[in-house]
């Protein structure tokens, strides 16, 4: 039988005006983000409505509001009859999926996301670390590259995002060196991102340390679906493995590609993206073109469940 797979994004996604059409529409996600402010006693709302994106760009600010807007999508979604056979999150999405799950509670969540984003940007310095996306770099070449470009810097994969799309991480040096090397060793073009940390690599250690606190005091119930996870890539059904997911996943890299291949194993023909943007739906395209799917996160996307059959 035909398996459904709801996702959820990352940092990245976030846009001026996300989620407005859809409390608008639904009450559930207005409800949703009036939980969330209750839950921070902060104006989430105005700032995924209004803007301005110089603060929905500050991490702090971007996680919690993306966390929002997914929950409020997931919430409507649920609402009209959509249940998914299994659930993932790309880096921050995966808090999302552990709540659409029923292992940890949205408030919670939104706690738990606003400090881990002041964490990481505390971290490293500003100008000390740097990211990049390397495209189309024939896979083999990866691991010579981080090698000969390290000099004892840190740079190491952060996100394995699609067959043509590896982000890399570290040192800001190190990430510049990794850039030229691999335009020399094949890549079609390498990228840097403008990010304000070196996000899934060794220089986030401090913030995984700082972060275990808040993992360790919050419940986490065994989930009503399996999760796929960043970390391993693979399925995990209890409370304890997302816990000890979200705390590995800071440092390590997101394994999206090996991710999407799992659910396409376990039987996933059809996939949701649920919340803002749509930069899972075109990863989904370039790694598993089998697995076809839709986006929800504005009140114009498509939301009546496929009839069954």
Not at 165 to 176: E, L, R
Not at 261 to 287: H, K, N, P, Q, Y
Request: with cysteine; hydrophobic share 45%; glycine share 8%.
């Amino acid at each position: 039988m035909s398996k459904l797979a709801f996702l959820f994004p990352g940092q990245g996604s976030q846009y001026a005006g996300m989620g407005k059409s859809l409390a608008e529409a639904y009450p559930e996600a207005a409800a949703a983000f009036a939980e969330a402010e209750a839950a921070l006693d902060f104006p989430l709302s105005r700032l995924c409505f209004e803007g301005p994106e110089e603060e929905l760009k500050k991490t702090e600010n971007t996680q919690p509001a993306l966390l929002a807007v997914s929950i409020a999508a997931f919430r409507v979604l649920s609402g009209k009859g959509w249940t998914p056979d299994f659930v993932a999150g790309h880096s921050l999405g995966e808090y999302s999926a552990a709540v659409a799950a029923g292992s940890l509670d949205f408030a919670d969540a939104l706690r738990i996301v606003r400090n881990r984003g002041r964490y990481m940007q505390e971290a490293v310095p500003q100008g000390v670390g740097a990211m990049a996306a390397l495209l189309k770099l024939p896979e083999s070449a990866l691991p010579r590259v981080l090698a000969d470009a390290a000099l004892g810097e840190v740079v190491s994969a952060a996100n394995l995002n699609s067959p043509d799309q590896v982000v890399i991480a570290g040192h800001a040096g190190a990430v510049n060196r990794a850039c030229e090397l691999a335009k020399a060793a094949g890549a079609k073009r390498a990228i840097l991102l403008p990010v304000s940390a070196p996000f899934h690599c060794a220089l986030m250690e401090p913030a995984q340390q700082r972060l275990k606190l808040d993992l360790d005091a919050a419940e986490f119930r065994d989930p009503r679906m399996p999760l796929i996870n960043n970390w391993q890539a693979r399925e995990v059904r209890s409370g304890n493995e997302i816990r000890e997911g979200l705390y590995e996943q800071v440092p390590n890299p997101v394994r999206w590609t090996d991710s999407v291949r799992l659910l396409s194993a376990l039987g996933v023909t059809r996939f949701v993206e649920v919340g803002a943007g749509g930069v899972l739906s075109g990863l989904m395209r370039s790694i598993a073109p089998e697995i076809t799917g839709t986006k929800f996160g504005e009140a114009s996307d498509p939301s009546d469940p496929p009839s069954a059959g």
